[in-house]
């Protein structure tokens, strides 16, 4: 008795898409997806007859009528969805794109690698080698602690820098005792 109470409760349209669940084998929903589906069936509704609306004035006519309603509806299909190209359409299309053909491998095999100069593993800095040379005494005087070192030394040196950068340095090892 109280399921016939409830079902008289439900409006028209909330038993529409009651049916229209069933008919697609949907048993277990929640309530709410009845809501949801009415909101965007008037919602649909609604935008329809505006356009209806719309192209009814539009055409001079004081009232909305069937054609009115198929164009609109044509209208939204039209616009809404979008029909992928036809069949022969995407073959010409392959065809014309695999007429270029690909650009030949000229490494071997493995992965092929960036130039040494840009990748990070290059190294990113350079050593600064003095000249070796005898050390002499020197006088030092009042007047020569507070004088500026020799410029041409470090010019000279800077000058070696440029000219070779990739000099190569060695350092020996010391021997290792053994215990």
């Known amino acids: 008795m109280a399921d016939k109470d409830e079902e008289l409760e439900i409006p028209r349209d909330a038993k529409i898409v009651q049916s229209l669940l069933k008919s697609m084998g949907v048993e277990d929903y929640e309530p709410r997806v009845i809501h949801k589906f009415l909101e965007l069936w008037y919602r649909y509704v609604v935008d329809v007859l505006t356009d209806a609306q719309v192209y009814s004035e539009h055409a001079g006519k004081s009232e909305i009528d069937c054609d009115d309603v198929k164009l609109s509806i044509q209208s939204k299909v039209n616009f809404s969805f979008s029909q992928p190209p036809p069949r022969e359409v995407l073959l010409e299309l392959a065809q014309n794109r695999n007429k270029i053909p690909l650009p030949k491998s000229i490494a071997g ?41 020799n410029p041409s030394q470090e010019y000279q040196m800077d000058m070696q820098i440029q000219q070779n950068p990739h000099q190569r340095v060695s350092f020996p090892l010391p021997k290792r005792q053994r215990d």
């Not at 002499?136 to 007047?143: L, Y």
Request: charged share 30%.
């Open 109 to 149: 095999p493995g992965v092929n690698l960036p130039p040494d100069q840009d990748t990070l593993i290059s190294p990113n800095y350079q050593l600064a080698i003095p000249n070796k040379r005898r050390a002499e005494p020197i006088e030092e005087t009042e007047d020569e602690e507070t004088a500026i070192p």
